[in-house]
């Protein structure tokens, strides 16, 4: 599973993999709920769940109960963009609670931790870097 971190103060978002025992502490959180940075080797960090999606691409929502994938009547974002006022449309979409089948999950920062998240996710030489020719 792979995990983004979104700092709301910086306007910046870290992104990295987590291991097996990472991933099976957060199976059973909900959309909305805050994680300890502990978890995920963040200490003194507080983490929101924003959001997330599968292996097939399907958003997770807030609003649809349990880990199931169900096609829901849409009318509103995430999982649909309605491009007339008042469109609907069924679509399949996550429900709001994580487990095995989710490999995005999305959260923001709500309590920082005493090292920065730019320190913590030092860029490795070279990433980044566009090569002129």
Known sequence: MKIVISDPKSGKSFQRELSKEEEEKLYGKKIGEI?????LNLPGYELQITGGSDKSGFPMRSDVHGSRKVKVLLSSPPGFKPRKKGERRRKSVRGNVVSA?????NTKVVKEGEKKLDEIFVK??????????
């Open 35 to 39: 994680v300890k940075g502990e978890v």
């Open 101 to 105: 089948e989710i490999v995005q999950l």
């Open 124 to 133: 490795k030489e070279g990433e980044g870097v566009q090569k002129e020719e």
